[in-house]
């Protein structure tokens, strides 16, 4: 880790880099090399890997999540005193944490990354979670898989943290015990509203924000804007396709004041078959390709 500070040292202090950097550290390090890589660092991370003690102890024994979480905390403390210095007479720290879990490593589901992940969010204000798909390569450890999870896997739960994040969402409303892992085939808001059809449709003119933005295809800028037009007049369809809300996917769910579904639009699965044609996921080839013959082009080879 030594190593790894001194090139950021000499990047801000010799090279003069004004940009971002993202420093990786261990639990293991002491708080005076915390404090030295916050110095030069945008971002700190520590990654967790694994969201349960189970996986961990079977493929990474030498990992403790408690370990991991008390180096979170001392990180946390040191961004928290650096905002509140305002004076900025201490050394500057970095303005952010973050960590990563693997995907398809271990026999984890999506409600175990996402339970893991709004514990980090709500008491370590962590930056970002970030999801990387496992890859298995040769003459790996008996212990790990051998295929690798849909990549797919990997997209809805970066969707579901970002519900999480800025919609308001909880865990338990994205998965449930039924449904411990996301649906492949359509987006987490979505399969949030199929499951929970006596919320809508939801009327543009007169629901609050926090409502406006469980519906599908509606995003947070857009029910921002839907919030200041209402206050002057009446919303309609033109006014939405002036604001290039995604109305394939609105309409089954919203009233306006000229719009309302027919029971016809309000059926789950006919819905879910618009937004989730058969599909399937292409398989990588890794036959070595045939060697490229080198073909002379004035004088040299390309």
């Not at 000499?10 to 090399?33: M, Q, V, W």
């Not at 996986?55 to 403390?77: C, D, V, W």
Request: hydrophobic share 35%; aromatic share 6%; net charge positive.
């Amino acid at each position: 880790m030594e190593q790894v500070i001194l090139v950021a040292k000499t990047l801000r202090n010799t090279h003069h880099f004004k940009g971002y950097i993202h420093l990786k550290t261990i639990p293991e390090a002491s708080d005076e090399l915390i404090a030295e890589a916050g110095k030069y660092a945008d971002r700190i991370s520590i990654n967790i890997e694994l969201p349960r003690k189970e996986g961990l102890k079977h493929l990474a024994p030498e990992k403790n999540i408690s370990r991991t979480r008390e180096a979170m905390h001392r990180i946390g403390e040191k961004i928290a005193e650096n905002k509140a210095e305002k004076s900025r007479k201490k050394s500057p720290f970095a303005t952010g944490q973050s960590t990563q879990m693997i995907v398809g490593a271990d026999e984890s589901n999506d409600s175990h990354f996402l339970k893991r992940a709004g514990d980090l969010y709500g008491n370590f204000k962590l930056r970002r979670v970030y999801y990387s798909a496992f890859s298995p390569i040769p003459d790996a450890s008996v212990r790990l898989p051998l295929i690798a999870p849909p990549l797919v896997r990997e997209h809805r739960l970066y969707q579901a943290d970002w519900l999480m994040r800025f919609y308001g969402y909880a865990v338990d409303e994205i998965t449930t015990k039924e449904q411990p892992n996301l649906d492949l085939d359509i987006d987490p808001k979505l399969s949030w509203a199929l499951r929970n059809r006596h919320f809508f449709p939801i009327d543009l003119n007169r629901a609050s924000i926090e409502l406006l933005v469980r519906i599908p295809g509606l995003g947070v800028r857009n029910a921002k804007r839907i919030t200041t037009i209402r206050r002057h007049s009446h919303l309609r369809v033109a006014d939405l396709i002036k604001m290039r809300v995604n109305l394939k996917k609105c309409l089954p769910f919203m009233i306006t004041s000229d719009y309302q579904p027919s029971n016809v639009e309000l059926d789950s699965e006919k819905i879910r078959a618009i937004h989730a044609p058969p599909a399937q996921q292409l398989e990588l080839d890794l036959t070595p390709s045939p060697p490229i013959p080198k073909v002379e082009v004035l004088g040299g080879e390309f």
